[in-house]
């Protein structure tokens, strides 16, 4: 994947469109100040399994907890559906818009890092019958620890923190979350000299 890229467009998109496209700009700005992200953080793990001792996992270093949830608060608006700069709402934007072959190879490297930084499951471990991805992760702790207190989703972070341990859950999410945000930062730079029209809303 090249931070090089710079995406150019061979039709205009909708108002909507120019939209997405704008607030992903402005929160990918948001993202890029993060003390985490401008600093750097260390994420240490040691996971093994043996057929005599079973699976054990001892998690040296994660964010402080502070800045950490700062940055969980910025990420969700990538990762949420409902939210006008989702990165994967972008990135089909822009593929739907530029026909440039080097482009469509750049935004599917970047759909590539995405879904394997939140989908891909996690020493094929499952939980209720679904394999352990850290966007089942992500979900958990966004719905019954950060940002909200969903009564359902709470018991289900309880079961699975007593199964993996919170450390590791949260060394997971640190983890993903970390090649989310670059590979978001890569498709802010692409679109970064793209002219937004005034009139869009």
């Avoid at 935004?107 to 996690?122: V, Y």
């Avoid at 850290?134 to 289900?156: C, G, I, Q, R």
């Avoid at 007593?162 to 802010?188: D, G, W, Y």
Wanted: glycine share 2%.
């Amino acid at each position: 994947m090249s931070d090089e890229m710079v995406v150019a467009f061979d039709a205009p998109p909708t108002p909507e469109e120019w939209h997405s496209i704008r607030e992903f700009r402005r929160r990918a700005v948001e993202l890029a100040e993060n003390s985490l992200l401008k600093n750097g953080y260390a994420l240490r793990a040691k996971i093994s399994w043996k057929a005599d001792e079973g699976f054990s996992c001892i998690v040296e270093s994660i964010p402080p907890e502070e800045p950490f949830r700062s940055l969980l608060l910025t990420f969700r608006l990538f990762w949420a559906n409902d939210e006008a700069s989702n990165f994967v709402r972008v990135l089909n934007i822009i593929g739907r818009y530029s026909g440039q072959p080097a482009v469509r190879q750049f935004l599917d490297a970047l759909r590539s890092e995405w879904k394997q930084a939140l989908f891909s499951g996690t020493m094929l471990m499952s939980f209720n019958n679904k394999s352990i991805t850290a966007d089942m992760v992500f979900d958990l702790w966004l719905n019954a620890h950060y940002f909200h207190s969903d009564p359902k989703k709470k018991e289900e972070l309880e079961k699975l923190s007593k199964m993996l341990s919170p450390e590791l859950m949260k060394f997971m999410l640190a983890n993903a979350v970390t090649q989310c945000c670059r590979a978001i930062l890569a498709l802010h730079y692409a679109v970064q000299s793209l002219d937004s029209p005034e009139a869009a809303p």
